[in-house]
């Protein structure tokens, strides 16, 4: 597994997410790596653990550096300390097992969450972006080689509106309490893009990940007009601010997104679009209907990677490659992250075939 070595290049990667323009070999990205599974390479690689207890900062990132650059991605992801939302969550037992197992696994409470009221908006503990904690985004950015960049998170806009509103409450204040889901969705926003300007001004973020999912199956979570007008426009505000920094915005966003794929491209206008899964459409379709004007991420299913062999994960990677990567603008990855339940030995056989592929290549 992953014998081929791989050189980090940023701004290959860059190029790769660029319709139009033809990488020079198989580039790899992901939302996040589960702890656990980090871990797990971590032991299978004989590399240090950036998740075991006790770790000073800077071995931490050090550990994490070493692991994503053997992997062969290009970017590490870092998320800056001091920016969360208070929310309730619901919490089960984790039914992975074995030593990928978290031990147990929470969710948001879709029901009703901890803002119902105005008085619950006026007290609630909001994160103030002058407090943000940089400190290790200013450790990697003086010690993350020269061919890797960083990458983080923003923009949860309706994230934050159904985890502090729950989804059902959510739903019933569109029409109960609009002014309760105005003032949220115009909070959340200026907190976002503010979040948002801070990442820019540190020099190797080279990549602001919008992170919204805005859909399920068979459509969007709410109604396409209600995104357009409470949702999008975060997005669109934080696209800008990256571009006018000279970074590129991603999207990751769940579901059936049809309805509004033409606002996240010609609007919004996100550079390159994640999340996908098979049982909405498979990768090689999703190519063909926006593979031109817009870059993809991912799409080797996550359910498939739990249940396939190794044939067939091959098989699938090559034949995604296959249809992706001519005409530019597609980067192999999952369909959506790579959670603690996938079995390691399927997520390294899809790392170690995207990386056959570029040798067979020629790359």
Same mark, same amino acid.
């Given at each position: ?29 992901? *939302? ?12 299978? +690689? ?38 969360? @939302? ?78 502090? !509103? ?13 002014? *309760?889901?105005?003032? !949220? ?13 801070? +990442? ?6 080279? +990549? ?23 949702? *999008? ?10 571009? %006018? ?12 997104? %049809? ?18 899964? %098979? ?65 390691? %030995?399927? @997520? *390294?056989? !899809? ?13």
């Amino acid at each position: 597994m992953l014998d081929s070595p791989v050189t980090p290049d940023w701004r290959g990667l860059l190029d790769a997410l660029t319709p139009g323009r033809s990488p020079a070999r198989v580039h790899h990205l992901e *939302l996040f790596l589960d702890g656990e599974v980090r871990s797990a390479v971590a032991r299978r +690689l004989g590399l240090a653990d950036p998740e075991a207890p006790g770790l000073a900062m800077a071995d931490r990132l050090g550990a994490e550096i070493a692991l994503v650059r053997r992997l062969g991605y290009d970017v590490v992801r870092c998320q800056p300390g001091r920016w969360e @939302y208070p929310r309730k969550n619901l919490v089960t037992a984790d039914t992975t097992g074995g030593e990928q197992s978290k031990g147990d696994r929470s969710w948001v409470d879709e029901g009703f969450g901890v803002i119902r009221t105005m008085a619950d908006f006026e007290r609630y503990p909001w994160p103030d972006p002058d407090k943000i904690d940089f400190t290790a985004m200013e450790w990697l950015h003086d010690h993350l080689p020269e061919d890797m960049a960083i990458y983080a998170l923003t923009a949860h806009q309706l994230e934050q509106l159904v985890w502090l !509103m729950g989804y059902e409450g959510l739903c019933m204040a569109m029409y109960d309490d609009p002014a *309760l889901v105005d003032a !949220m969705a115009t909070r959340i926003e200026e907190l976002e893009t503010a979040f948002t300007r801070r +990442l820019v001004q540190w020099e190797r973020v080279r +990549l602001v990940w919008g992170s919204d999912d805005m859909g399920y199956k068979t459509g969007t979570m709410v109604q396409a007009q209600f995104l357009r007008e409470k949702v *999008l426009p975060c997005h669109r505000a934080c696209a800008r601010i990256a571009h %006018d920094a000279g970074r590129t915005y991603l999207l990751h966003s769940c579901g059936r997104l %049809d309805q509004i794929m033409d606002d996240l491209i010609d609007d919004v206008k996100v550079d390159a679009k994640h999340s996908f899964e %098979d049982v909405i459409r498979p990768m090689p379709e999703t190519k063909r209907l926006w593979g031109r004007r817009v870059g993809l991420i991912g799409g080797i299913d996550v359910d498939f990677l739990c249940r396939a062999d190794e044939a067939a994960i091959r098989a699938r990677v090559r034949q995604t490659l296959d249809a992706c990567l001519p005409g530019g603008g597609y980067v192999l990855g999952t369909g959506n992250s790579v959670a603690n339940y996938i079995p390691l %030995d399927n @997520y *390294l056989t !899809m790392l170690d075939e995207g990386r056959r592929y570029a040798v067979a290549a020629g790359a």
